[in-house]
Structure formats: C-alpha cells, structure tokens
T-cell receptor, first 114, second 110 residues
Framework: KAGVTQTPRYLIKTRGQQVTLSCSPISGHRSVSWYQQTPGQGLQFLFEYFSETQRNKGNFPGRFSGRQFSNSRSEMNVSTLELGDSALYLC?????????????FGPGTRLTVT | AQRVTQPEKLLSVFKGAPVELKCNYSYSGSPELFWYVQYSRQRLQLLLRHISRESIKGFTADLNKGETSFHLKKPFAQEEDSAMYYCALTGSSNTGKLIFGQGTTLQVKP
C-alpha cells in the first residue's frame, strides 16, 4: 500500500507570498492532520480534517488554512508568508478521526521563506 | 495546560545497556499516550501506544497516572535503536490531534 505523499518536497518562497502544500493520504484513510516542525517549537499541530470537515485546529494565526477534498486529499495554505513560517510541514493520515487511531506520516514539505 | 515533556535532548548508551527515555505529561483528563520514532532519513512512525499494551522491538512503556509519566524502556539497547523518539498524547475530545514532546535523540554506541 502506498504511503502518505506530500508535494512539493521542497519550496522556497519570499516574504509576503502565499503557498499551497498538498497531501495525499493512504488509500482508504479519511482523516488528515497537519503539523509544523521547527527546531525551536518542535512538532505542533495545525489542523485535522475528516470527511471534508475541519475537526480541530491548533493555535496558529488565520494565515494558515486548509481544506480536504472528497477523495480525502488535503491542502494547506499559508498566506502572507513570514520568515518564521520556515519549517518542515508534515501531514499524517489515519483511517478515521479519533484519539486511538495510528497516524501515518508523510515525508514532509520543507518550506524556506526568504 | 496540555503539555508533553521529554527532559533529555540526547541519551547516549552503549550497546547492550538498558535504556529509559523519559516522558511526563500534563493533561486534565484521560489522554492516550504514544511513542513515535524517526530513524535516520525515514518518516516519523508509531512505535507503540499505551492502549495496545504491546512490546515493539523490545520496547515497552508503562503509563503511571499518579506520576503522569509514560517512560519508554528497553532492557538491552541495539545499535539499530539509534533514532529520535517522540512522546505524544491525544486528548479526551476523540480527535486525532497529537501533542508532541520535544523529542529525545537516542544514540547507541558499539
């Protein structure tokens, strides 16, 4: 079974621009979560989508948004990029949304903001 | 506040020595606890979870609700155990939101 895929793998953007990252979950998985990983803050939860609905949102500004499509693929968007948004963005999928379900992580998208 | 604390950034042991990676949590409710591992150049993956009560690759973790701890243990470390280990929890709201600790790098020396 193919794992979680994320595109692009690397991205360089300029302050003020916006960016869209994509995540394709494991086939059959309906829940997708997004995390930001930085050396200073570690892994922080951004949001979770299940059946095209946002189930939970982390403590990030409104510049961070996401959505999920009917095929469970998900995108996250960051508008008006800031230098501090430079990070590894991970997405994870699970069969359904729930606290006991294993999450399978993708390889991440490395975003650099200059 | 919901928080997971891993007090050690780096733990270095010799092959064959016992390993204990510490994890303490703060959560007002009944969380589910997990250990995730990231080997070099690989993805973050689940190692074990409290609810399964199973031993994976020789690792076990016991939930101590009194001390709010979920330490990861292995009696005899192997070189292939060298990796970054993250303790994490999900809360009572039955969503997949994982709260991670800062991670501990385990280095097993030959």
């Amino acid at each position: 079974k193919a794992g979680v895929t994320q595109t692009p793998r690397y991205l360089i953007k300029t302050r003020g621009q916006q960016v869209t990252l994509s995540c394709s979950p494991i086939s059959g998985h309906r829940s997708v979560s997004w995390y930001q990983q930085t050396p200073g803050q570690g892994l922080q939860f951004l949001f979770e989508y299940f059946s095209e609905t946002q189930r939970n949102k982390g403590n990030f500004p409104g510049r961070f948004s996401g959505r999920q499509f009917s095929n469970s693929r998900s995108e996250m968007n960051v508008s008006t990029l800031e230098l501090g948004d430079s990070a590894l963005y991970l997405c994870a999928s699970s069969l359904v949304s729930g606290r006991n379900y294993e999450q399978y992580f993708g390889p991440g998208t490395r975003l650099t903001v200059t | 506040a919901q928080r997971v604390t891993q007090p050690e950034k780096l733990l270095s042991v010799f092959k064959g020595a016992p390993v204990e990676l510490k994890c303490n949590y703060s959560y007002s409710g009944s969380p589910e606890l997990f250990w995730y591992v990231q080997y070099s150049r690989q993805r973050l993956q689940l190692l074990l979870r409290h609810i399964s009560r199973e031993s994976i690759k020789g690792f076990t973790a016991d939930l101590n609700k009194g001390e709010t701890s979920f330490h990861l243990k292995k009696p005899f470390a192997q070189e292939e155990d060298s990796a970054m280990y993250y303790c994490a929890l999900t809360g009572s709201s039955n969503t997949g939101k994982l709260i991670f600790g800062q991670g501990t790098t385990l280095q097993v020396k030959p």
